[in-house]
């Protein structure tokens, strides 16, 4: 199972928006709606942001949400802030009972 | 407060085994899945594998990788996750995280890694 397709760095202004996309196949993405996406600040764990393609966590702000088209999805950020400058990951189920991740995408606020 | 701690990471040669454990709290371990999930210095996050809740009699599943290698048991009367590495090659390198796999929502079971541990470091070198 091939690793999801991400941006390896996107970049946005303070109060900007921004989207990551994540491509996968139609083994993976394209046949579940099992897609999550997650936060890693530096030497932190990740934090999971987004699951089942658009739900936020309680506690996650309303600025990011999430979408899927076919066998792409995608996280978008709005107002972009400090504190979300960090890598994210995006990931999901697959046909043969397995998860994969994205090669994750560094998000850098200029 | 939902908690998870790893432990048993450190230093082995190639071809070597190691036992990484993963103590949960806060939570009713024996009704949920949980996910091994590794990180290579400087690297993505990898998904290493799951073992299935107790409903789910406990099943596993591994990433090609590391299938026939690692195996991950768990002890519901202790809270504990386990994975067991055999054979371990230089890029097993990583820190190795566990996660809680999902949740319930009244008779639904969300599957997304909500809690995750602060990682255990694994370095197979000679």
């Known amino acids: 199972q091939s690793a999801l397709t991400q941006p390896a760095s996107v970049s946005g202004s303070p109060g900007q928006s921004i989207t990551i996309s994540c491509t996968g196949t139609s083994s993976d993405i394209g046949n579940y709606n099992y897609v999550s996406w997650y936060q890693q600040h530096p030497g932190k764990a990740p934090k999971l942001m987004i699951y089942d393609v658009s739900k936020r966590p309680s506690g996650v702000s309303n600025r990011f949400s999430g979408s899927k088209s076919g066998n792409t999805a995608s996280l978008t950020i709005s107002g972009l802030q400090a504190e979300d400058e960090a890598d994210y990951y995006c990931?999901?189920?697959?046909?043969?009972?397995?998860?994969?991740f994205g090669g994750g995408t560094k998000l850098t606020l200029l | 407060e939902v908690q998870l701690v790893e432990s048993g990471g450190g230093l082995v040669q190639p071809g070597g085994s190691l036992r990484l454990s993963c103590a949960a709290s806060?939570?009713?371990?024996?009704?949920?899945?949980m996910d091994w999930v590794r990180q290579a210095p400087g690297k993505g996050l990898e998904w290493v594998g799951r073992?299935?809740?107790?409903?789910?009699?406990?099943?596993?599943e591994y990433a090609a990788s590391v299938k026939g290698r690692f195996t991950i048991s768990r002890d519901d009367s202790k809270n504990s996750l386990y994975l067991h590495m055999n054979s371990l090659k230089s890029e097993d390198t990583a820190v190795y995280f566990c996660?809680?796999?999902?949740?319930?929502?009244?008779?639904?079971?969300?599957?997304?890694?909500?809690?995750w541990g602060q990682g255990t470091t694994v370095t197979v070198s000679s």
């Open positions: 996660a809680k796999a999902g949740w319930w929502s009244g008779n639904k079971y969300y599957y997304a890694m909500d809690v």
């Open positions: 990931t999901s189920y697959t046909t043969i009972s397995t998860w994969v």
């Open positions: 073992s299935r809740n107790k409903g789910n009699s406990y099943t596993t």
């Open positions: 806060g939570f009713t371990f024996s009704d949920h899945h």
